[in-house]
């Protein structure tokens, strides 16, 4: 039979194959959520069912500055300007500490105080814009004082650490949300208008907004009950659609950690505002939500409303227009406030035709907050606090590493088909595909030592940039393995492409043409919806190619080495912590801690790199000290991708009691220590300040 070293044909398609397996787990939750709605109708059980979700919703966040009981809100006036039947006051106030509301109040001339009063989230813009301005110089007109306020980063004042992809995906690191820093500054600014002797809140405050603001006014609704009135536009469509078949990669603040799994979609959020009154707007031509997909979620929340016996107080509007927040709906929120918030649905609108109104110069809106606190400076803050009180246990570490990865210290080895072995020069070549779970595939290539007797040690090797690069023409591997070298001292390698990596690169969607998208964005924000991060993930898969070796006759298991570089390294770091049996472990080129991504105001790292709740357990210098095998990480970078010098690697040295960080000046040393651990040649040196107890 002809034999061909070629690789084994796939049943999956690898281009395809990881966000497909997103698509189906994501989907699985969805159907798990929509079960639970129905379950709820049936029994009659739908305040039970309201309670249950705001609560789920309660639990993405901590303790939010805002709210009742929060501390007193000190406003500070930056500027004032009167206008055609309103005046603008523009005010700052904080929500978290240092962190500052740019506000711009809207306040009618033309009625007399107090006033009811409307809050507007700004979405991914800036307050200056149309969508923004004009209904908030519509609301004012009417006798309602609006606020605007600009989200973090965007096109708006608070920039500086706060972009919502860059900086809002560090939240992840440190167990929070960064929806937390677009709702509470909604919330903050009803605390705001508490101390406004001429705002009426008697019957409550109301809010609305287009986009992410009215993703924001959605959330809000659920967390405070103040909040007697909603009107989210343009925001919303099953997540089953847009987020999940369409892989619209959407932002970190709307995939909170284990949102999926709890089941949250989007009509859970506005099914649980009952019986709080919703105009949930939509635009005919909007771009990015769909109207039949946002049609068809109307009418559950229709149904679910009049079930509850509130039929009334949820109404579905279409504006013929597209993504943004018109006049047309400023028009028809005003009527929706009239009659649920002031109980006055006869009470005229003012006769305002659209040409009467005008954007307002920019430089009259601006507020000036300070930029020094932001995102990225509490999320820094917080990982700070964590390193501290951390328990550095070695064992602890270890253990929380697997929980964190979803793993057990021992998996069962994978099925697998293999391909027939093709001798080249001192070794075998075999190409094999590994089946960790259902529908995901693993190619690898197995290379060992054509004449060997007896079992040899052997490289587990990870790649996040293919198995078979440092194979090629002579590579960093194959000079690792003794591959052309004459003599026995001839070792093995398997190199494996784990899920998203190598042949299993995911192709492109049509949303990831978007400047602000990312195949990376894409895998980060819904596994950590799913509550199972990529990268946890990729351990597990990591694990199953170690149980997959130790099946093999030409392995010698007490000699398993695992090697890693990019950030395959993390991955390879996190096996040997949780396995325990392998022989060593060294890494190149790979992230020096989860702490670098915090403390550069840029990084070059993949999303997919920011591994949720990691920093409330370990960092990367820590889980390296607690692994019972040898360990050298050789060349590691900064968040920036920068080489760390020799300094700053003795200091991490000395604080590890152990020589665990190396640098080396090419590729060839880095052969050279890969073929030292393989023959058994680095030990675990004693440590000379503990980092924790524990073995």
């Not at 998996?411 to 093709?422: K, W, Y």
């Amino acid at each position: 039979m002809q034999v061909t070293p070629g690789p084994v044909p796939p049943n999956v398609d690898l281009r395809d194959m990881l966000r497909q397996y997103l698509i189906r787990r994501s989907l699985a939750c969805m159907a798990c959520a929509a079960k639970r709605r129905r379950a709820a109708l049936e029994r009659g059980e739908l305040a039970a069912y309201c309670a249950a979700i705001r609560q789920t919703v309660r639990s993405f966040y901590g303790e939010l500055p805002a709210g009742p009981g929060s501390r007193p809100v000190q406003a500070i006036e930056v500027s004032r300007f009167t206008k055609r039947g309103y005046r603008l006051e523009n005010v700052l106030f904080e929500s978290f500490p240092g962190w500052q509301v740019n506000a711009t109040v809207y306040v009618p001339l033309d009625f007399q105080p107090p006033f009811p009063a409307v809050v507007i989230p700004v979405g991914h813009s800036g307050k200056q814009f149309a969508s923004y301005q004009l209904p908030a110089q519509f609301f004012a007109r009417c006798g309602y004082l609006a606020v605007l306020f600009d989200p973090p980063g965007q096109a708006g004042e608070k920039q500086e650490g706060n972009d919502h992809f860059v900086d809002g995906v560090r939240c992840y690191l440190v167990g929070e949300t960064s929806s937390q820093y677009f709702v509470a500054d909604a919330l903050r600014c009803i605390d705001y208008l508490e101390t406004r002797p001429d705002v009426d809140l008697s019957h409550g405050v109301a809010m609305t907004g287009v986009s992410g603001g009215g993703t924001t006014t959605i959330l809000a609704t659920l967390l405070d009950q103040r909040i007697a009135v909603a009107g989210p536009s343009c925001c919303v469509t099953p997540l089953a659609d847009l987020d999940i078949r369409q892989c619209y990669a959407g932002c970190p603040e709307t995939h909170m950690w284990r949102r999926y799994s709890e089941g949250i979609d989007e009509v859970d959020l506005l099914c649980a505002a009952l019986p709080t009154p919703v105009l949930l707007m939509a635009g005919a031509q909007d771009e990015v939500f769909r109207i039949e997909d946002t049609r068809r979620l109307a009418a559950e929340v229709a149904d679910f409303y009049v079930r509850g016996g509130a039929g009334e107080r949820f109404v579905f509007w279409i504006d013929q227009a597209g993504h943004g927040y018109t006049l047309a709906q400023a028009r028809a929120f005003i009527r929706f406030m009239n009659r649920w918030l002031l109980g006055r649905p006869e009470r005229a609108l003012p006769d305002l035709p659209d040409d009467s109104f005008a954007l307002d110069p920019y430089e009259e809106m601006r507020c000036f907050p300070a930029q020094d606190v932001n995102m990225r400076s509490l999320t820094l803050d917080r990982s700070r606090q964590l390193a501290i009180t951390r328990n550095k246990d070695r064992a602890r570490i270890r253990s929380a590493a697997a929980i964190l990865c979803g793993a057990g210290h021992r998996v069962d080895a994978p099925q697998a088909t293999v391909g027939n072995p093709f001798r080249v020069w001192t070794h075998c070549w075999e190409q094999i595909t590994l089946y960790p779970e259902e529908d995901i595939e693993l190619p690898a290539t197995f290379v060992y030592p054509y004449r060997a007797d007896q079992p040899r040690p052997v490289l587990l090797h990870l790649d996040d940039r293919g198995r078979n690069r440092l194979l090629y023409r002579h590579g960093l591997l194959a000079r690792a393995v003794g591959f052309l070298e004459p003599g026995e001292d001839h070792y093995a390698v398997l190199s494996v492409d784990l899920r998203g990596w190598g042949d299993s690169a995911p192709a492109i969607y049509p949303y990831e043409m978007a400047a602000w998208a990312g195949l990376d964005r894409y895998l980060a924000y819904t596994s950590a919806a799913l509550g199972d991060p990529v990268l946890a993930m990729r351990v597990r898969d990591a694990l199953s190619a170690l149980a997959y070796l130790r099946t093999r006759p030409e392995v010698r298991s007490d000699r398993i080495v695992i090697t890693g570089c990019g950030l395959a390294g993390i991955v390879a770091l996190h096996a040997a912590a949780i396995d325990e049996e392998v022989a060593g472990v060294v890494v190149w080129e790979s992230l020096l801690s989860f702490q670098a991504l915090l403390e550069e105001p840029d990084y070059c790292w993949p999303a997919d790199a920011f591994l949720p709740n990691v920093l409330l357990h370990y960092d990367l210098p820590e889980l390296a000290a607690s692994l019972s095998c040898p360990a050298q990480i050789l060349n590691p970078r900064s968040g920036q991708g920068t080489l760390l010098g020799a300094r700053e690697v003795g200091q991490l040295n000395a604080a590890l009691g152990r020589d665990v960080y190396v640098l080396v000046p090419d590729e060839q040393m880095v052969a050279e220590k890969v073929r030292q651990m393989l023959a058994g040649q680095v030990a675990v040196r004693p440590t000379i300040g503990e980092v924790g107890g524990g073995t």
